[in-house]
């Protein structure tokens, strides 16, 4: 079965400041990988998603992740993050005809 | 963009009572979903749906929840006798094919439930 390890439980960080968010997963087959945001009060939204090719993912607002097979790691970046960033972010897998959510990360920057 | 639409928005019930959570599916996508998040935890999958009948479901989703596609376009959940730890925010999801535009998953905004 599929599962989804998130490092990072609450990140602070101040405008303008490199953000990297770890993802881990777990499972045997052929993945895709998503990363969701959530703003207060909103619904999910999707970031970006890795389904083969370019382990290089660009998604919307600046934001990239890159798909490690080696490591099972699928960790979220953006170089310099802004007021409008804070949120909850989570990363997810789909194996089956399911998505599996990790924890989420909520993150919140500073003015 | 085309949307996946939840009503109400916010529904809350007394211990005890059904509810029926609707969802808009994108209309030409053929794979939907259910899922919760509790209040400070994860989302997570309840039951999954094609072709009219449940693909899969999760231990969550026990007798006291259904599922049905009444007509072309609405997908409901219904809870039959709700509990306190029913509350939680609902969020419906839908997916296309592969020569459907498959994009991923969309979701809606979501149902708050809160039962007193």
């Known amino acids: 079965a599929q599962s989804v390890s998130q490092h990072n439980h609450h990140v602070i960080l101040s405008e303008a400041a490199s953000l990297e968010l770890g993802c881990n997963y777990s499972?045997?087959?052929?993945?895709?990988l998503f990363w969701y945001v959530q703003y207060p009060g909103q619904h999910l939204q999707l970031l970006l998603k890795?389904?083969?090719?370019?382990?290089l993912v660009k998604g919307i607002k600046g934001f990239e992740a890159e798909f490690i097979k080696s490591k099972f790691s699928f960790n979220l970046r953006k170089p310099s993050v802004q007021w409008s960033d804070t949120a909850e972010y989570f990363c997810a897998v789909r194996g089956d005809d399911k998505i599996i959510f990790g924890k989420g990360t909520r993150l919140h920057i500073l003015p | 963009e085309p949307e996946v639409t939840q009503t109400p928005s916010h529904q809350v019930t007394q211990m005890g009572q059904e509810v029926i959570l609707r969802c808009v599916p994108i209309?030409?996508?053929?794979?939907f979903y259910w899922y919760r998040q509790i209040l400070g935890q994860k989302v997570e999958f309840l039951v999954s749906?094609?072709?009219?009948?449940?693909?899969?479901k999760s231990e969550i989703f026990d007798d006291q929840f259904s599922v049905e596609r009444p007509d072309g376009s609405n997908f409901t959940l219904k809870i039959r006798s709700t509990k306190l730890e029913d509350s939680a925010m609902y969020f419906c999801?839908?997916?296309?094919?592969?020569?459907?535009?498959?994009?991923?998953?969309?979701f809606g905004s979501g149902t708050r439930l809160t039962v007193v």
């Open positions: 499972y045997g087959g052929t993945v895709n």
């Open positions: 209309s030409n996508h053929l794979y």
């Open positions: 749906f094609y072709n009219n009948e449940i693909s899969e």
């Open positions: 890795y389904f083969s090719g370019d382990p």
């Open positions: 999801a839908s997916r296309g094919t592969l020569d459907r535009g498959y994009n991923g998953y969309t």
